[in-house]
């Protein structure tokens, strides 16, 4: 590569870095905070009306909790409680629960915690 060209990638390196991190903070999280709730309803009613950040554990969620997850319905929910246990979260697309698709979308939003010894194949 010649020399010249050395300051060009690195000035384009550094604004594609840059722009990452800019990207990686979430400016919705920071003016959340300072949003008036509405009136008549508390900050707990407020934060009960939108989904939950935490990460759901598809082994112990109801039918229910699983729903809220995106791109799970009635059919997607029974599905995937009557195909525990899960050692791992890829369990769902291997045991043909879910689609890579439907996955993808929802993969972060899930954990699987699991005790004790993995179980014992079905006979």
Do not use: C
């Not at 870095?17 to 508390?42: E, F, I, N, Q």
């Not at 699987?112 to 179980?119: E, L």
């Amino acid at each position: 590569m010649p020399r010249h060209w050395v300051p060009r990638f690195l000035a384009a390196g550094l604004a594609l870095v840059l722009g990452h991190v800019a990207l990686a903070a979430d400016p919705l999280k920071a003016t959340a905070s300072a949003t008036p709730t509405p009136a008549g309803k508390s900050s707990a009613a407020v934060a009960s009306d939108k989904p939950s950040d935490k990460p759901i554990d598809i082994n112990k969620a109801s039918r229910s909790q699983l729903k809220t997850l995106p791109g799970i319905g009635d059919a997607e929910a029974t599905k995937i409680v009557d195909a525990r246990p899960y050692m791992t979260k890829t369990d769902l697309v291997t045991k043909n629960v879910l689609t890579i698709q439907a996955y993808d979308a929802l993969r972060s939003k899930i954990v699987v915690v699991h005790k004790g010894p993995p179980p014992k194949p079905k006979p």
